[in-house]
């Protein structure tokens, strides 16, 4: 089991979510960075599916009570065993009663801790992720929780893995045209050709930006219609709203575009005060 000593901001239970639920009113939700925990999961065998820890701004420290294997991805923050500096993107083994902290990184949003066997909360339809904006699943991480961690896989498969590169400072966001996009008098030229900066009001639910004014139609209004993750609404402030994972399953106002699927998880990494692009294509 793994024994939380700080959780830091705000510390969630995260796999890849519950999809198929949208009919319901319930939506996909899962890590925000994906691609972030799938690469944790592989380092320490288990199935690219396990629930592991997303940890926002850093802050989280444990203590584990026998020896287990995790490992540290995401935004590329400073990691410490027992205060000894240890590796980012790497396989660490800790012995009972060892802690980890997980610092918080000068880019980037999300870090996550990948454990081998898994985070073993209760699952709620399918999936152990914690949807914030629909309160289901496991309530966000506090001090003093006793985590559960699933029984190991029987063996350590054999898997090319490279991590390379270094962290984009430039955050470009490719998009296709949306449901609406003709609704809109060069409303793409507009979004693909401004610089946007993330504001404050910025969560797993939606980014909120900045930037060039996206003119919207008049007297044109919209039944509630399904959202997917990297709708980008504009709403009557005419400022792009850009929906995250645990987005409304539908909402009201015209869909300009719609990120495209390789670039989400570049959303769940980008932090207040960053900028960011569009670029049609």
Do not use: C, K
Request: proline share 10%; no cysteine; hydrophobic share 45%.
């Amino acid at each position: 089991m793994i024994r939380v000593l700080d959780p830091g901001v705000l510390t969630l239970v995260q796999d890849l979510g519950r999809p198929g639920w949208a009919h319901i009113g319930v939506g996909r939700s899962g890590a925000a960075d994906a691609g972030s925990l799938r690469l944790g999961n592989r380092l320490v065998a288990n199935d690219t599916g396990a629930a592991g820890l997303e940890v926002l701004l850093g802050g989280l420290r444990f203590q584990v009570t026998v020896p287990t294997t995790v490992a540290v991805t995401g935004a590329p923050g400073p990691v410490w065993v027992d205060g000894t500096p240890v590796a980012h993107n790497a396989v660490l083994e800790l012995a009972a009663g060892a802690e980890l902290r997980v610092g918080t990184s000068p880019v980037g949003l999300r870090s996550y801790v990948a454990v081998r066997g898994g985070i073993d909360v209760p699952s709620v339809l399918g999936s152990r992720s914690t949807d914030q904006l629909a309160g289901i699943g496991p309530e966000p991480v506090g001090a003093g929780d006793v985590l559960p961690v699933g029984p190991a896989p029987d063996e350590w498969p054999v898997v090319d893995l490279a991590v390379t590169g270094g962290w984009p400072t430039d955050v470009v966001l490719p998009v296709l045209p949306g449901p609406q996009a003709d609704w809109f008098d060069h409303g793409l030229v507009v979004l693909s050709s401004g610089d946007y900066v993330v504001t404050p009001a910025t969560n797993r639910v939606a980014l909120r930006l900045d930037g060039s004014a996206v003119a919207r139609p008049e007297h044109r209004e919209l039944p509630s219609a399904g959202l997917v993750p990297g709708a980008v609404q504009i709403p009557p402030d005419a400022q792009p709203v850009v929906f995250g994972v645990d987005h409304p399953v539908t909402g009201g106002y015209p869909v300009l575009a719609v990120v495209r699927r390789r670039a989400l998880d570049s959303l769940g990494q980008v932090r207040p005060g960053d900028r960011v692009r569009f670029v049609l294509g």
